[in-house]
């Protein structure tokens, strides 16, 4: 998200590549599916919600807002010569199938067997030696 805040204040920069770690591509659909377990209007009233999955975690409304005015869409993700999604096959936030929409020629999607939505450890291996064989060294 930080590089599509940056491309929507700096609208003619091209990358050459861009890595992304399990995007959340279809947010509205992620918080009204999958997050909620409350009425959305009852969220956007209280401001927050309580979401439990290993812990409890406290998701601010202005977070949904934020990622709402930055959406991942066809035409901004395209703002890129290469771009390589990281993506878990078990991540139940970010479902694999809506990324594998965006799949096309200069996107490339990395499933990583097994990995969640916050995956670490040898996932996180894994795509930082990716990241770092797709790099062009100056």
Known sequence: YIILQYLRKYPNKEFEKIFFKSPAIKMEKIFKE???????????????????????????????????????????????????IFHGTEDDTSLLKDIEEYEM????????????????????????????NNMQWL
């Open 34 to 84: 999958i997050l909620l377990e409350e009425k959305f209007e009852d969220f956007e009233k209280r401001g927050y919600t309580i979401k439990n999955r290993n812990k409890k975690m406290k998701i601010p409304y202005e977070f949904y807002e934020e990622r709402m005015n930055v959406k991942i869409t066809p035409d901004n993700i395209l703002i890129s010569k290469d771009i390589i």
């Open 105 to 132: 020629n200069n996107i490339k999607i990395n499933k990583l067997n097994g990995a969640k939505h916050s995956f670490k450890g040898k996932y996180l291996e894994e795509m930082i030696q990716v990241m770092i």
